[in-house]
């Protein structure tokens, strides 16, 4: 086999800006990674990102747009998890398809496989005008000959399937679990090679508030297109959306509801969550903060971020003054960092 040198003269490459399907956190045309411990709201958070997208108004340059998105999963059953859980984030359902593939040579059917599936996957991209594709687990995904613990192996895959997003304009999603290991990297925590993050252009990382069992946060430790991205809480709350004739009972699944942005990174929310363990803050730790939000607060609106500054500045940390905030009943205005808070109508007292 005869090889040569192929030399491509930088003046000669036209730059071109990043499109975003979700705005400074998954970049269309690429690999995006969706990591956190197993039961952590991963699958349930990209359901609620592909009904949004499926709506158009997911945060991005496709918004007002509606388009579709390619489910591959394995581990989440159709028809009691995906379905009602896309039902509860009033998806487009039309919008959003499962692919499998029909091995006409066995006469089964199979599991999507990487990279020898890309170009069927492509087919389908074309066919139902698909921006997203979420592959839960992406682990999984991968051929079984390839070794999902070593970086050649995982390239093979994962390189391929690249060029494909980019070549579609297509994102990317692949859900991944995280190490139980301590430690406060956030990309050193996501199992498997290192490969995975090395070839994706953005991770996210979903985590429990460390202030807040119930709390989940998602920020984003790793990106190498740029762009602002605070982290932001999120809750998963229950909510019927149907009712099962046949077994004479509600169909209840999870859904997403949204909270405040936050300036801390993921780094520093892993950092924080070692230092106090699964417990969250001690209760003396919620208690002052409540008090010093009932010293603190008037009946007048007042930007949130004087009063996180100066909780800061008197040791109370954003997360912790945050849950008091909503335990006591703060009443909140405006969106994002642009909120206000005021004294509860009903003053809560502490206990």
Same mark, same amino acid.
């Given at each position: 086999?005869?090889?040569?040198?192929?030399?491509?003269?930088?003046?000669?490459?036209?730059?071109?800006?990043?499109?975003?399907?979700?705005?400074?956190?998954?970049?269309?045309?690429?690999?995006?990674?969706?990591?956190?411990?197993?039961?952590?709201?991963?699958?349930?958070?990209?359901?609620?990102?592909?009904?949004?997208?499926?709506?158009?108004?997911?945060?991005?340059?496709?918004?007002?747009?509606?388009?579709?998105?390619?489910?591959?999963?394995?581990?989440?059953?159709?028809?009691?998890?995906?379905?009602?859980?896309?039902?509860?984030?009033?998806?487009?359902?039309?919008?959003?398809?499962?692919?499998?593939?029909?091995?006409?040579?066995?006469?089964?059917?199979?599991?999507?496989? &990487?990279?020898?599936?890309?170009?069927?996957? =492509?087919?389908?991209?074309?066919?139902?005008? /698909?921006?997203?594709? $979420?592959? %839960? !687990?992406?682990?999984?995904?991968?051929?079984?000959?390839?070794?999902?613990?070593?970086?050649?192996?995982?390239?093979?895959?994962?390189?391929?399937?690249?060029?494909?997003?980019?070549?579609?304009?297509?994102?990317?999603?692949?859900?991944?679990?995280?190490?139980?290991?301590?430690?406060?990297?956030? &990309?050193?925590?996501?199992?498997?090679?290192? =490969?995975?993050?090395?070839?994706?252009?953005? /991770?996210?990382?979903? $985590?429990? %508030? !460390?202030?807040?069992?119930?709390?989940?946060?998602?920020?984003?430790?790793?990106?190498?297109?740029?762009?602002?991205?605070?982290?932001?809480?999120?809750?998963?709350?229950?909510?019927?959306?149907?009712?099962?004739?046949?077994?004479?009972?509600?169909?209840?699944?999870?859904?997403?509801?949204?909270?405040?942005?936050?300036?801390?990174?993921?780094?520093?929310?892993?950092?924080?969550?070692?230092?106090?363990?699964?417990?969250?803050?001690? !209760?003396?730790?919620?208690?002052?903060?409540?008090?010093?939000?009932?010293?603190?607060?008037?009946?007048?609106?007042?930007?949130?971020?004087?009063?996180?500054?100066?909780?800061?500045?008197?040791?109370?940390?954003?997360?912790?003054?945050?849950?008091?905030?909503?335990?006591?009943?703060?009443?909140?205005?405006?969106?994002?960092?642009?909120?206000?808070?005021?004294?509860?109508?009903?003053?809560?007292?502490?206990?």
């Amino acid at each position: 086999m005869t090889r040569a040198a192929e030399v491509t003269r930088m003046s000669d490459v036209q730059p071109e800006a990043t499109n975003w399907t979700w705005i400074n956190r998954i970049p269309a045309g690429e690999l995006t990674l969706l990591a956190g411990r197993e039961g952590g709201g991963k699958s349930t958070l990209a359901y609620d990102l592909a009904a949004q997208l499926s709506l158009g108004i997911l945060e991005g340059d496709f918004k007002d747009k509606p388009a579709g998105t390619i489910v591959v999963a394995t581990e989440d059953d159709l028809r009691r998890t995906i379905v009602p859980r896309l039902m509860a984030a009033e998806a487009d359902l039309e919008r959003i398809v499962q692919v499998r593939v029909n091995d006409q040579d066995e006469g089964i059917k199979d599991e999507v496989s &990487l990279p020898i599936d890309l170009e069927l996957l =492509a087919d389908v991209i074309e066919a139902e005008d /698909v921006r997203l594709m $979420i592959l %839960d !687990p992406l682990l999984s995904r991968l051929d079984v000959g390839l070794d999902t613990h070593k970086d050649s192996d995982v390239r093979r895959a994962l390189e391929p399937l690249v060029d494909m997003a980019q070549s579609c304009e297509c994102s990317v999603l692949g859900i991944i679990h995280v190490n139980k290991h301590s430690g406060t990297d956030a &990309l050193s925590r996501v199992m498997g090679s290192r =490969a995975f993050t090395a070839v994706s252009r953005s /991770v996210l990382y979903v $985590i429990e %508030d !460390p202030d807040d069992e119930k709390v989940r946060i998602i920020g984003r430790p790793k990106s190498n297109i740029g762009g602002d991205a605070p982290s932001q809480s999120f809750t998963i709350v229950s909510e019927v959306v149907g009712y099962d004739d046949a077994k004479q009972k509600e169909i209840t699944t999870g859904r997403i509801e949204w909270g405040e942005h936050n300036d801390e990174s993921i780094n520093g929310i892993l950092k924080r969550s070692e230092s106090k363990g699964e417990h969250g803050p001690k !209760p003396e730790a919620r208690e002052a903060a409540q008090n010093w939000l009932f010293d603190h607060l008037t009946d007048r609106p007042c930007m949130s971020a004087v009063y996180l500054a100066d909780a800061k500045a008197d040791g109370i940390s954003e997360s912790t003054l945050k849950r008091a905030a909503k335990a006591i009943g703060v009443v909140v205005t405006g969106k994002g960092k642009l909120t206000s808070w005021q004294q509860p109508k009903l003053p809560v007292p502490v206990t």
